[in-house]
């Protein structure tokens, strides 16, 4: 590594979705909404559970409370900055600043990885194995799964986070993109970036697939005992319960794979810039719907809750 170079690079610039002026205000706009409809479902989604004793002691709603709340967070690493830039018209992120959205956008992006895949062993013992199931997923257990969903996503992020920040930028420091992620700081690098990127393909490849791999395990043994199920409304009934989160799976990871378990000399700005928006900011948005509109316990909760409102504001 030529140290020389290390970087002087104290700013980057993003150009962000769109160049042209006139689409700003349109962009601006659109962001601003999807950014507040994933903030409002979200937390209402995190608010219902933890004032519902009942769903916080289900294993499932206790790892939706954690999914929301990655998702909260995981969108507002990227939008605001995304909205401030476009009102200021200044589109530069420090050096320091894109290394830290870098580490939590990964950070959250990875904990969703985990969690779901928490969620699909939850399913398997739920439907699999119904008479071991309070044994298995106790309450004490489902925190520990969720705990370490967020502490192996943090040690993750650091590792690349780390790596990165030892690099040299003798680039431009201009990246075709609306925020600070692996690929595009590496494309700025005139560092060997061979370790890093091999380390991406295999260890970072294992982070996503092995969650993947477990998720494709725990619903091929739930399509095996559905299957078994003598009557079709207790199939449905059982499908039922995975439907929500099935659904986010799909969407989930039919982005994921495109955008990272390609080769890096396959990259595209412009590809990958639409596939982050898919990943980063419209799945956080999507999230809450999907498990909201088809949920019945998470609809009771709300009403539940407005009628506690409703009784508060008659007193």
């Keep these: ?33 999807i950014y507040l409809l994933a903030l409002l479902g979200n937390l209402l989604i995190v608010l219902l559970i933890h004032v519902d004793d009942h769903l916080l002691q289900t ?52 904990t969703d990885n985990f969690l779901l895949a928490c969620m699909a062993y939850d399913r398997y013992v739920a439907i699999c194995r119904p008479l071991n199931y309070p044994m298995v997923m106790s309450h004490k257990f489902c925190l ?11 040690l993750h992020s650091l590792l ?12 431009s420091g201009e990246i075709p993109y609306f925020f600070c992620d692996a690929y595009p700081l590496l494309s700025l690098s005139c560092s060997d970036t061979r370790f890093i990127k091999i380390l991406s393909q295999t260890e970072g490849m294992m982070d996503i697939l092995g969650p993947f791999f477990l998720i494709i395990i725990s619903y091929t ?15 449905r009934k059982a499908f039922s319960t995975c439907g929500s989160h099935l659904a986010i799976v799909i969407l989930f990871y039919g982005t994921i794979s495109c955008l990272y378990f390609q080769p890096a000399s396959a990259y595209s700005a412009k590809k990958g810039t639409f596939l982050s928006l898919l990943y980063a900011v419209v799945t956080p948005m999507l999230n809450p719907f999907i498990y909201s509109l ?21 007193k």
């Excluded at 709603?61 to 900055?81: C, G, M, N, W």
């Excluded at 520990?144 to 943090?154: C, E, N, R």
């Excluded at 690349?160 to 930028?169: M, P, R």
Aim: positive net charge; contains cysteine.
């Design 1 to 33: 590594m030529a140290s020389t170079n290390r970087t002087d690079l104290s700013q980057i610039a993003l150009w962000g979705i769109s160049t042209q002026a006139e689409h700003q205000s349109l962009f601006f706009l659109l962001f601003l909404v």
């Design 59 to 110: 294993p499932m709603y206790l790892f939706l409370s954690h999914l929301s709340l990655a998702d909260i967070f995981f969108i507002s690493t990227t939008v605001p900055k995304i909205l401030t830039n476009w009102i200021s018209q200044i589109k530069t992120i420090s050096y320091h600043g894109c290394l830290i959205q870098m580490y939590f956008f990964l950070t959250f992006g990875n």
């Design 144 to 154: 520990l799964l969720a705990s370490g969903s967020w502490v192996i996503s943090a």
């Design 160 to 171: 690349y986070t780390i790596l990165i920040s030892h690099l040299s930028f003798c680039d």
């Design 221 to 235: 043994c739930i399509f095996w005992e559905i299957i078994k199920i003598p009557t079709t409304a207790g199939q």
């Design 294 to 314: 088809r949920n019945h316990d998470i609809k009771a909760a709300l009403l539940r809750l407005l009628g506690r409102l409703r009784d508060f504001l008659r």
